[in-house]
């Protein structure tokens, strides 16, 4: 069946550091991948996405670019900030189908 | 911005009660979904809800589980008699008819139940 992988967390940064949290996924065909984000005390909430390969998805200075080849997903940011603390969930959905499948969630802690 | 909400935001049950909780998705959304995530695991997929129906479910939605949508507005898990392994973090999601092919869905902030 469909699965995501993702880093372990806690993931603990400076400010200002280069943040990397690696997701790599097993499906059937081409599904669409996802990143949420679940700040503290809030539901989850789509950050980016890409639907088809070598598509990257892009908001809030994060990046992420749909490898085929890999089958990987991985989140980038160049330079975080305290507000980008939260927990980081990958996910995907299959074309024809209805569900997303998360990972396990990497929780991201950013000292000032 | 519209958003899902879902009631209570922690219950605290004794095994083998009745529990359930509530979600009102956004208004004009037309697909409807719950998800848990226990404790220190993933999120999981329980079941998608369309036109007045169960579109899908996962093997862990069992007979002990239902959903409904009594009044148009509301959308509900009931859980029957509960397990202490249904203690988990309940997430209501919906999305529009538009964005089937996006896939994205808007969650609300969750529902904790603690089953003792």
């Known amino acids: 069946g469909d699965s995501v992988t993702q880093m372990e967390g806690p993931v603990t940064l400076s400010e200002e550091a280069f943040l990397t949290i690696n997701c790599t996924y097993t499906a059937t065909g081409y599904p669409s991948l996802f990143w949420y984000v679940q700040y503290p005390g809030e539901g989850l909430q789509l950050l980016l996405k890409?639907?088809?390969?070598?598509d990257k998805g892009s908001n809030k200075g994060f990046e992420a670019t749909y490898r085929k080849e890999t089958t990987s997903f991985h989140l980038e940011k160049g330079s975080v900030q305290v507000s980008d603390s939260a927990v980081y969930f990958c996910a995907l959905r299959r074309a024809a189908g209805n569900k997303l499948t998360f990972g396990g969630g990497t929780r991201v802690l950013v000292k000032p | 911005e519209p958003e899902v909400t879902q009631t209570p935001s922690h219950q605290v049950t004794q095994m083998g009660q009745e529990v359930i909780l509530r979600c009102v998705p956004i208004?004009?959304?037309?697909?409807f979904y719950w998800y848990r995530q226990i404790l220190g695991q993933k999120v999981e997929f329980l079941v998608s809800?369309?036109?007045?129906?169960?579109?899908?479910k996962s093997e862990i939605f069992d007979d002990q589980f239902s959903v409904e949508r009594p009044d148009g507005s509301n959308f509900t898990l009931k859980i029957r008699s509960t397990k202490l392994e249904d203690s988990a973090m309940y997430f209501c999601a919906s999305r529009g008819q538009g964005q089937i092919l996006a896939g994205e869905l808007f969650f609300g902030e969750g529902s904790r139940l603690t089953v003792l």
């Open positions: 208004s004009n959304h037309l697909y």
């Open positions: 890409a639907t088809k390969a070598d």
């Open positions: 809800f369309y036109n007045n129906e169960i579109s899908e």
